[in-house]
């Protein structure tokens, strides 16, 4: 449904940071924990799956040392506590930075070239 007024995300005032792209949103929790929801077609969500939409936010992966994220077109980014870049979702031209084009459901860590 879509909204012309604000609504709040979930039950939590924790939220340090949110990034929206496309069809998807991320937020950096306070505890240094990183969450998304909305379209969910090629993993950009980041939890494991590609259910096709995410309602409500979802952890990526499991730690707890994000700073912060961006979201771009069917892919998001994001950046741990030890200055390593992550990503996951869609890949088809190699946005994920890990030297393939095989999209990821969760968190691929950014190589250096």
Known sequence: MDR????????DSNWATIT?????????RTDMT????????????????????????????GGTTWTGGAVGTGHSCAVRTDGT???WGSNLTGQL?????EDSSTPVRVKRS
């Open 20 to 28: 929206a792209g496309d069809l998807t949103t991320c937020g950096t």
């Open 4 to 11: 012309s007024t604000p609504a709040q995300v979930g039950d």
């Open 85 to 87: 870049a992550w990503c």
């Open 34 to 61: 990183q969450w998304c929801w909305g379209s969910n077609v090629y993993g950009q969500v980041g939890d494991g799956t590609t259910a096709k939409k995410r309602l409500s936010p979802k952890q990526v992966g």
């Open 97 to 101: 930075g890990n030297g393939t084009t």
